[in-house]
């Protein structure tokens, strides 16, 4: 007797109840019924308005229509991230994290090339600008993309900047109207468990018991099923990441026409950083900071000197952030998907596309039976550690690498105690050459070697080249630097501006594909 896993039901209505809704039935249809009960009276967190590109492709997947989404999820292109004052503190301090990769890259590495040059002259171009010609259409405040691009392809590499509630009313239509999700408005009040500790069925408040063969935790920081249920303990990674608080704020434009910033602002402050997003109708900007560093009233003012005046009315939103995840995400019949599962802070957006990755992962993990389960646990729970750990790295990265000694947070930071021994020596080889694919050995990596470059040189990092070979072909890497300022020259003077293409696509469409 095999016992097959027919149904899922999927407790909490944020993103991450929808996305892993829609990724699961576009690709089960028949073979599985997808259940998503979410309460009225608990809201979503509501925040959460940067992805990565990854989330072209899910939503693609999922048969939505990208013209759709920018017209009704104040969507905006997001071509990467701004790091601002994250180095010296200085006003003219920044680099970029851009979403396209270094010309040439994989199989060329400029990163030597750039290396030498910048310590031979002192006006050398900064490294994402000499590798790659998107900070240029960046700072012009310019589309990854023209009118006569289909749905979902870019000339760019790009994501999105998305209004976080809106998105998860959008997605919850689309599963219900087309993917056949079966939606239950009501609050779960009492989790039963079988014998063997499985969870049975979930008792609401009017709608009855909901039975499901696997139950996916989408319930937010609550975490009803896998962590007030199960009892699967948290692992705090404060030791290492110490934001612990967000101060969250709309702001409005000045008028209708103002530019959209085509990428995310993250900009230092003295103890913490604050982000700062464009949507179409609003921008939507946060401080995150470390409580153990300062207090929220000194928070809200440096908040508020950023905003600048005229916007006094505003009352920003405290949101308690406890960095660290789950001890393992998966336990018998029951996976844990968005903030049920952790939550660091929102420095490189990690926490939508690791919901698009975990339900992925489930949605081919199936089918399955309850004998298989533990099987698909284990591997589930694996991959997803790993990326969590790699995550911890690449944040910590953007810390370790300030020379900022304004105040005790960017201090503490630099400890060698809080930085993680896999960080610690990936550094070390760093040293003497640049981070490269054998430094990801993984299937499941989360970051490509090309953003650690990024972030690397981007924040002054120099490697001691005197060990290095000279290269047998210096040409290539001329000819790649010439290209990317071709390439400059190309995009910067035919791509739109940022909002005059976002009118055209809620105006005209984009042409489906
Ligand atoms: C300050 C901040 C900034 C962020 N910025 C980013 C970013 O830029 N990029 C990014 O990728 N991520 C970001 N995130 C993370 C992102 O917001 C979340 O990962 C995402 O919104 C998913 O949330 P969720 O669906 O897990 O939880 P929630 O949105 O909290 O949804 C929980 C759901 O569970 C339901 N629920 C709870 N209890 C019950 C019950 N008893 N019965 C029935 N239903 C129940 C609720 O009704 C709700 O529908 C940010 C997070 C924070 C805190």
Known sequence: MVSPVRSICIVGGGTAGWLTAGIIAARHRSGLQVTLV????????????????TMRSTLKKMGVSETEFFRQCNTSFKQGAKFSRWTTGEASDFY???LVLPEGFPSLDLAPFWNRYSEEHENAPSFSNAVCYQEAVCELGLAPKLITSPEYAGIANYAYHLDAGR??????????????VRHVVDDVTRVARTESGDVEYVETSRSGRLTGDLFVDCSGFRAILLGQTLGVPFVSRSDVLFIDRALAVQVPYENEQSNITPHTLSVAQKNGWIWDIGLQNRRGVGYVFSSKHTDTDAALEELRAYIGPGHDNLQP?????????????????????GLSGGFLEPLEASALVLI???????????PATRETLDIVARRFNETTRYRWDRIVDFLKLHYILSRRTDSRFWVDNRDPAGIPESLQEQMALWRYRAPGDQDFSSNNEMFPAASYQYVLFGMGFRMDTSLTAPERDPGTAQRAFAQNEALKVKWTRLLPRNRDLIDKIKEHGLQRI
């Open 38 to 53: 979410e309460s009225e009276t608990i809201g979503i967190v509501g925040v959460g308005e940067g992805t990565w590109p």
């Open 96 to 98: 970029y994290h851009p």
């Open 167 to 180: 998105f998860a009313s959008f997605i919850r239509e689309h599963c219900v109207k087309n993917l056949g």
């Open 317 to 337: 939103r405290e949101i308690k952030i406890n960095p660290g995840h789950r001890e393992t995400f998966w336990k018998g019949n029951v996976v844990a998907v």
């Open 356 to 366: 698009e990755l975990s339900a992925e992962m489930i949605s081919a993990l199936m």
